[in-house]
């Protein structure tokens, strides 16, 4: 487990020197909604399934750092692993590709988790926030987490430019970051177009920790989880299974 360890210290310790860049600009994002959501706009608009709005937004803030992040740590590292060629030395390493996966997936969870909990605190310091189930809370992050981490692995190892990941989490993430519920309700849209937010992963991950947080949800909490674990699960199979067959890793 020697060669797991290490990678797994490498790829902590390379977010967590870097801060300014990997933890800190989720949670400025999210003082900045909070300013404007909550004080600005969320002062005009009538509260959400009982809650208010901004009180409504807020656990889907701090999903959609924690997202952003893992994806993000797992995309990065190995691009450039593969951009720089220092893949090679890894691939030569007594590490198992199993090894491999988990060490990359670990250290992005950990970042993700480390973002949610950052990103909570600040909203936490304005004294409008709840947490009604602290254990479920971090259950959906950590959930959450493994699943982006194996999608930013996959775009890893296919990216042949720096803008392919920008592209992805651009043009894929972000839409359905913005359409899974994250500042509205399901129940707000109308009946011919509630089945939309079914077919987007992110509305499963946004209502579990919308209900960790306030204790509401548009589905069941285990409903999403398992979702959302099933994803994350599936993603790291494939992540494992390009990992085996060498797919972009050698020159």
């Not at 990997?22 to 600005?40: E, K, M, Q």
């Not at 509305?203 to 959302?228: N, Q």
Request: charged share 10%; net charge neutral; with cysteine.
């Amino acid at each position: 487990m020697t060669g797991f360890w290490t990678l797994f210290k490498r790829e902590s310790l390379r977010f967590l020197t870097l801060p300014n860049q990997t933890l800190l600009p989720s949670a400025i994002n999210v003082f900045l909604y909070v300013i404007v959501f909550g004080h600005i706009i969320g002062s005009q608009v009538k509260e959400v399934q009982g809650f208010s709005f901004i009180e409504f937004v807020f656990p889907g803030l701090v999903m959609m750092g924690t997202t952003t992040s893992a994806f993000q740590n797992t995309a990065t590292t190995l691009f450039i692993a593969r951009w720089e060629q220092f893949i090679d030395d890894l691939l030569v390493a007594p590490v198992t590709y199993f090894q491999m996966v988990c060490a990359f997936t670990l250290s992005a969870v950990l970042r993700g988790v480390l973002v949610g909990l950052i990103c909570f605190c600040v909203g936490f310091l304005f004294g409008e926030f709840t947490l009604v189930h602290p254990f479920l809370f971090l259950v959906s992050v950590v959930s959450a987490s493994f699943c982006f981490a194996g999608i930013g692995l996959i775009n890893g190892l296919f990216a042949k430019r720096w803008d392919h990941i920008a592209v992805f989490q651009n043009y894929i993430i972000t839409p359905f970051v913005f359409l899974g519920g994250v500042f509205y309700s399901m129940q707000m849209l109308p009946e011919s177009m509630q089945w939309m937010s079914f077919l987007n992963p992110l509305f499963y991950m946004v209502s579990i920790i919308r209900y960790a947080c306030i204790g509401y949800a548009d589905i069941p909490f285990y409903k999403g989880l398992m979702v959302t674990l099933t994803l994350g699960s599936f993603f790291f199979l494939i992540a494992l299974e390009l990992f085996r067959r060498g797919v972009n890793l050698r020159t």
